[in-house]
């Protein structure tokens, strides 16, 4: 399918639409229109994500979403959400009760090796583990760490219109990293979220931070209470880019972190994107195009089913993905921590992905 660029108000509005509680409404949109609730179904691969997002906006958002079924009946939130006539005024409570049902056939871990430092695949219907490698020590997860920066963003209920100015604090961090993003740049807070997801951009993320109510230091503190809640206990959030190699969890713990991130709507359309053209504004340097990518390449060649997606690289991670996929009907999610490669990286999520493909179900 040829991607239907979204202008900045599509954009806003697919946000906006999501953030209101519409994320049922959504899935049923994108799969056929069909009223029935348990029917709600995201879609796996194939479609853009954004031009999914286009239909979303067209629908109206409900105040209150009972049941989200993430394509699989594993995941069951509850989302009660009140808003004041300016969006200023938000209340949000989200309770997990996760079921498991089913298993991919033998309980035996799938019968691969991998070069990556730490593995973790399970089944994320069953909660099943079908292959672990170190999966229970805690290792630095660099960009990783930017699902848990959107979650915390999304929980906050911010209005997504509201522009956010990049200041010169925002390109300051633990180390240097590289940036097409300069000080001055002006985006809505959608962008930046959009930009931190699928491009990775680390001043994105610090001024996500930086606006939070109550500043970085309660951003942070929200971070690290956050992963308490999820019961990721070898977790710990030192910045919300993922440039501090203070933040660590295992592999394990960041799996319970993917399955939390799958039930923001938000954050697998943006993950999934395969690109955007962003228009930014800048009083002192001009107003430019930016042209981003996927950091994925598995997101952006499309050959595999990938419903969440997030790379990482620092030194001392190596380089890193999570992702949840679909394979013979069922979900995965899968975690990759300290590849010496991006070649290894790959390698060993397509031989994952190669082999539960494979695997007999029942």
Same mark, same amino acid.
């Given at each position: 399918?040829?991607?239907?660029? /979204? ?10 639409? *999501? ?8 899935? @049923? ?12 179904? =995201? ?6 994500? *954004? ?61 691969? %090796? ?17 292959? $672990? ?28 219109? $509201? ?29 930046? @979220? /959009? ?33 308490? !809640? ?12 993922? =440039?501090?190699? &203070?933040?660590?969890? %295992? ?25 955007? !053209? ?45 992702? $949840? ?11 990759? @921590? ?17 082999? =539960?493909?494979? &695997?007999?179900?029942?």
């Amino acid at each position: 399918m040829k991607q239907l660029p /979204l202008t900045k108000q599509q954009l806003i509005a697919a946000l906006i639409s *999501l953030s209101l509680g519409s994320v049922a409404q959504a899935a @049923l949109t994108i799969n056929g229109g069909s009223s029935s609730e348990s029917s709600a179904r =995201l879609s796996w691969g194939g479609a853009d994500s *954004l031009s999914e997002a286009r239909k979303i906006m067209s629908k109206s958002s409900s105040s209150a979403i009972k049941k989200v079924d993430n394509g699989y009946g594993a995941t069951h939130i509850t989302n009660t959400q009140t808003f004041g006539s300016n969006n200023n005024s938000f209340n949000n409570t989200n309770a997990y009760n996760t079921t498991y049902r089913g298993s991919f056939g033998s309980s035996n871990m799938i019968p691969i %090796s991998t070069d990556s430092r730490s593995v973790a695949v399970i089944d994320a219907e069953t909660g099943e583990s079908i292959y $672990e490698k170190d999966a229970d020590i805690a290792r630095p997860m660099a960009s990783i760490t930017k699902l848990m920066t959107a979650m915390v963003v999304l929980d906050a209920g911010l209005d997504m219109r $509201e522009e956010i100015t990049l200041d010169p604090e925002d390109f300051v961090g633990p180390k240097r990293a590289s940036s097409n993003l300069k000080s001055g740049d002006r985006l809505n807070r959608a962008e930046m @979220l /959009l930009m931190a997801l699928m491009k990775s951009e680390n001043p994105a993320a610090k001024s996500l931070a930086r606006n939070y109510p109550g500043g970085y230091s309660a951003f942070m503190r929200a971070m690290n209470r956050k992963a308490q !809640d999820l019961g990721m206990t070898t977790a710990f959030f030192g910045d919300p880019t993922g =440039l501090d190699k &203070r933040n660590v969890a %295992s592999s394990n713990d960041l799996v319970k972190m993917v399955r939390a991130a799958g039930n923001y709507d938000v954050i697998r359309r943006f993950s999934t994107t395969k690109s955007y !053209d962003f228009y930014v504004s800048n009083y002192s340097n001009g107003n430019r195009t930016y042209k981003a990518n996927n950091t994925s390449s598995l997101v952006r060649s499309g050959d595999y089913p990938i419903g969440i997606s997030k790379t990482g690289f620092i030194n001392e991670a190596g380089r890193c993905v999570v992702m $949840e996929t679909r394979v013979n009907n069922r979900p995965a999610i899968i975690v990759i @921590l300290g590849a010496n490669s991006s070649a290894t990286r790959w390698g060993d999520a397509k031989n994952i992905l190669n082999s =539960l493909a494979t &695997r007999r179900t029942v």
